[in-house]
Structure formats: C-alpha cells, structure tokens
C-alpha cells in the first residue's frame, strides 16, 4: 500500500513497547485481482493477534509477514538479531524467532498494509529446504524447555503433538530462561484446551 510507511511508523509510536509490528495483507492469486473480503482474521483487542498470541503461534508455525512488517531497528542492533542468509526459505521464521527468544513484542495489526503474490511453482527442493530450516528453527524455540535428541527431526517432533498435549509439556518443564511467559502457556491451555489442568 502507498501509505504504508506512515502507518507503520504511526503505529510503532501508538505501541512504544513493541520491538515489531506485523500488518495485515491480500494475497493475489494467478489472475492478479484482489478478492474484495475483509482480513482473513478477527480481532483481538485492537490487534490481529496480540504479542502473547503472536508468541505461542510461533511455536507451531510462522503467522507472521516479512513484507508488511515494521522493526525497531536499535532492539535489532541491541540483540544481534539478523537475517540468517544461509537460509534460502523460512528465513523469515528464523527472524521473527530471534526477535521473540530476545523477548521482544510483536502484534499484528488490524490493518491491511500489503498485497502479496502467493508462488506455487517452487521446485521440490525448495519444498525440502524450507522443512529442514522450519525444523531448525523448532529446535531453537523448544531448547529451553525439552531437548530433542540428536538427529530428531523438529518440525515432525512438533506434528507428532497435538497442541495441547505440547504446551501442557512446556508448563511442566518450565523455565523463566526460556522466550514464553508462564501466563501465555496458562492462558492457552484454560482458553483451548478446557481437559488438561494448567
């Protein structure tokens, strides 16, 4: 969008404590229109997903987009915190989990602020790279509160769990060392997962 810019500023000012801002998009499909829906999710308190959903989602996959993001580039500089270019896919996962395992906050905005052109003609192995690098990626975020054994496969770890049988795993290897807080594990598991005790 022309005014993206400005309203991204305009929004990291409203939102000081924020180390990034994700905004909302159209994806344009193979005939190059626009389909006239609203964003694809509701609300949370004036967010697309506020800092703690954008966390825990962060753990099953990327919910974020690189090209309508915004950043604190001296919380950037602060943690060291680049983009990884070994990687030829999911860089963008890797990214936002550097930001997240530095305990920096993350919304997404309910705002539309880009249209993106969703590719279907990626080769396999492209499809291949992105597993590995989304496994590394996994393995990173779940250290500090299980270790995978060597060779085990994160992203496939990950599929094995439903969901509320991983955080409930987390809750009981808790560490105020790892990137989570308590109450976003807590806050889950009473919202979602109404038969498992937090």
Not at 48 to 67: G, Y
Not at 149 to 170: F, N
Request: charged letters at 25%.
């Amino acid at each position: 969008m022309a005014d993206m810019l400005e309203r991204q500023v305009r929004y990291m000012r409203k939102h000081p404590e924020l180390a990034a801002v994700n905004g909302d998009y159209y994806s344009l499909d193979s005939f190059d229109t626009v389909p006239p829906v609203a964003p694809r999710t509701v609300v949370f308190n004036n967010f697309k997903m506020t800092p703690a959903q954008v966390r825990v989602n962060h753990l099953f996959t990327s919910t974020l987009s690189q090209s309508g993001a915004c950043y604190k580039k001296d919380f950037l500089d602060k943690n060291a915190v680049y983009y990884n270019e070994t990687f030829a896919s999911a860089e963008d996962y890797d990214f936002f989990r550097q930001i997240l395992m530095h305990r920096g906050l993350i919304a997404w905005a309910n705002e539309v602020w880009t249209i993106n052109r969703v590719h279907f003609s990626h080769d396999k192995a492209y499809y291949q790279n992105m597993h590995r690098n989304s496994s590394h990626v996994k393995r990173q975020l779940y250290a500090p509160y299980w270790q995978l054994s060597d060779g085990e496969d994160a992203y496939r770890h990950m599929l094995q769990w439903e969901r509320c049988a991983m955080m409930q795993k987390i809750l009981e290897n808790w560490t105020d060392n790892g990137w989570l807080f308590k109450s976003d594990i807590s806050d889950y598991l009473t919202e979602f997962c109404p038969d498992q005790t937090a």
